[in-house]
């Protein structure tokens, strides 16, 4: 028996969605990529969210079976509203998996993590064997870094030793990212913080030097990645 009261029914999104007609527009090319009996790794954002409803409308009108692997709480609360029933990497890896991204460059890589999901994105998109990444053309960069810091989550003991290292590394700043409906910093999906680090030039073995900080969870730097990028016309 489903829950029918207005929290399990309604889609959770608090706020208004920017760029929402470009972000629609290429939700919409993601149901072409949906089979009968699909298992679908779901990234967190506002386009994955749009395109979340694309892919329950359209299974719903051709009776397709799908199930989700939800990277976040609001992911897992919105395919129970749409019917779409969930699973976990514990139990199955993904047929293939999207999500959006909040800058890529001409070589696809990526800078994700506004969202704070990047921990469980990056292992849903590990275990994918395809990943498509869904942006409308505001995200395109020439090179990583040019509008966002770097997200890094980090385990609360180790902020303030986290901070410094990202330094050492080359951040110019380092911010503890605050909340905006609470006090105090966002906690993510797995309780740690977040630093967002800014660097004046991001190089490629930046996701590996940061990954090897004692305390860093994952960051936000998705480089080399084998993604397939679906931009809104």
Not at 27 to 39: H, L, M, R, T
Not at 137 to 150: A, N, T
Not at 165 to 194: C, H, M, W, Y
Not at 207 to 213: H, P, V
Request: charged fraction near 25%; charge should be neutral.
């Amino acid at each position: 028996m489903r829950w029918t009261n207005r929290i399990a029914t309604n889609l959770p999104w608090p706020a208004e969605i920017a760029h929402r007609g470009n972000k629609e527009q290429v939700a919409a090319q993601i149901v072409s990529k949906v089979n009968d009996g699909d298992v679908i790794g779901v990234g967190s954002g506002s386009t994955a969210f749009l395109a979340l409803q694309v892919i329950a409308r359209d299974a719903a009108a051709r009776k397709l079976r799908l199930t989700a692997i939800p990277t976040s709480a609001e992911v897992a609360l919105a395919c129970a509203a749409l019917g779409i029933p969930t699973t976990s990497l514990l139990e199955t890896r993904p047929d293939w998996c999207f999500d959006g991204a909040d800058e890529v460059d001409p070589r696809n890589n990526l800078i994700k993590g506004r969202g704070g999901a990047m921990f469980r994105e990056k292992l849903v998109a590990l275990a994918s064997p395809r990943i498509y990444i869904l942006i409308d053309p505001s995200k395109l960069v020439q090179s990583l870094g040019e509008r966002f810091p770097i997200p890094v989550e980090t385990y609360p003991d180790c902020l303030h030793y986290v901070e410094g290292a990202l330094a050492s590394l080359g951040a110019v700043q380092v911010q503890l990212r605050l909340a905006t409906a609470k006090d105090g910093p966002v906690i993510t999906e797995s309780g740690n913080f977040i630093l967002d680090a800014r660097f004046e030039k991001i190089r490629p073995e930046l996701e590996k030097e940061i990954k090897s900080l004692c305390g860093v969870i994952e960051s936000g730097l998705f480089i080399g990645y084998n993604v397939e990028l679906l931009v809104a016309r």
